[in-house]
């Protein structure tokens, strides 16, 4: 018996897939550093550094350091549980106007004929992102990021996903394809053009640093819109300015998600560019098939 998958077809509507890192994309700070750390009694920027000397000294995975790194001083200190993880969540701090992001733009990709959907592709964790208030409304279609599998007792006993740099890009892929569960192999199948549901040409990538370099790189390469944000009360835009000469990303925008930002606007011209681009693609379609089918009576005859 075959395994039942999430799959999605391609529809008559154009979709534009709106995919975001989330610490210092969507939240000015790491997640873990806005009440985890600080309940195991630890000054953050020293869990920081124990979990890269872990990961350095071991030859180990970053993500999988700091996720190491949670459990072991969890111990004597917390019950590390999905529920707690997800209360943790619900206080992670967010930037001005994400709460109305999200709903704001698929009304208005819905006003231009297209249907937008929002993806989270981080290696921070699902459990704290299922817990922030996006996530708890349903926000987002799906959140690849990494997280814990589980003992009998509910505890975080060992990895289950885990995810970084350029692991990141699979899961464009799968978004692109409709092959949205992790486990599905069929990501590695071969999809015609016309059978693609997503387009690289209508997936957005916003993200602030250097491990979403390999998804705004892919994304831009295949002529989809690569945005790098900083946060506007730091002025801190360096690192995405770099990106931009490197021609890494194709935009730079303030972290700012409210209505008539230069990020909000820069969104909706996105989506009245992707109501165009498509309106044209099926045109070519359309003209192609008719020259497909002129061609097979001339040889018919």
Known sequence: MKEAYERRKKEKTPVLAVCYDFDKTLSPDDMQAQGYIQSVGLPVKRFWKEADELARKNEMDGSLAYML?????????????????????????????????????????????????HYVISSGLREMIEGTAPGRAGAFEKIYASSFYYNGRGVAAWPAQVINFTAKTQFLFRISKGVLD?????????????????????????????????????????????????????????????????????????????????????????????????????MHVRDLKSAEKAENRRFSI
């Open 69 to 117: 790194k949670m459990v072991r001083e969890a111990e004597g200190n917390l019950v590390l549980t999905r529920k707690a993880l997800e209360n943790y969540g619900a206080g992670v701090a967010l930037y001005p106007g994400v709460a109305g992001w999200f709903s704001r733009l698929k009304a208005y990709g819905e006003a231009h004929g297209v249907k937008v959907e």
């Open 182 to 282: 992790v486990n599905d192999p069929a990501v590695n199948e071969y999809f015609k053009p016309e059978d693609i549901r997503i387009p690289f040409r209508n997936i957005v990538y916003i993200g602030d640093s250097d491990t979403d370099i390999p998804c705004m790189k892919l994304v831009r390469s295949y002529g989809g819109h690569s945005i790098g944000v900083y946060d506007p009360e730091k002025g801190n835009d360096k690192k995405v300015k770099k990106l931009m000469l490197e021609n890494r990303i194709g935009h730079i925008a303030p972290a700012d998600y409210r209505k008539g930002s230069p990020l909000d606007k820069l969104l909706l011209a996105i989506i009245e560019k992707t109501e165009r681009a498509e309106a044209l693609e099926e």
